[in-house]
């Protein structure tokens, strides 16, 4: 079993920066690939960032390449989601999620095991 718990969320004018982290507990953190998710009001919850375990290996969705910077520290335990130039469109509850399985695949909720409760990030224009 994992448990993860997301912090880092608050209220930014459009343009700045927010710092998101995921705190995993267990001890088989450095073997989960890891993705960020969004859900804005009234919409699907969308794919935002992973990261494989084995090589460090990214993806980033279309909306958020070249703002979004996803990482991990395996020895903390703790996954980040560095978020620069941010848009008001990036309004939403972001939650992270673990594969413990290692699919291979990413993009869509299916593809992960355990799921945060989520923090909300919301901009200002």
């Known amino acids: 079993q994992v448990q993860l718990v997301e912090s880092g969320g608050g209220l930014v004018q459009a343009g700045g920066s927010l710092r998101l982290s995921c705190a995993a507990s267990g001890r088989t953190f450095s073997r989960y690939d890891m993705g960020w998710f969004r859900q804005a009001p009234g919409k699907d919850r969308e794919f935002v960032a992973a990261?494989?375990?084995?090589?460090?290996?990214?993806g980033y969705a279309d909306s958020v390449k070249g703002r979004f910077t996803i990482s991990r520290d395996n020895p903390k335990n703790t996954l980040y989601l560095q978020m620069n130039s941010l848009k008001p469109e990036d309004t939403a509850v972001y939650y992270c999620?673990?594969?413990?399985?290692?699919?291979?695949?990413?993009?869509?909720?299916?593809?992960?095991?355990?799921w945060g409760q989520g923090t909300q990030v919301t901009v200002s224009s």
């Open positions: 990261i494989r375990w084995i090589d460090r290996r990214t």
């Open positions: 999620a673990a594969d413990a399985v290692g699919r291979g695949t990413w993009t869509t909720e299916n593809d992960y095991d355990y």
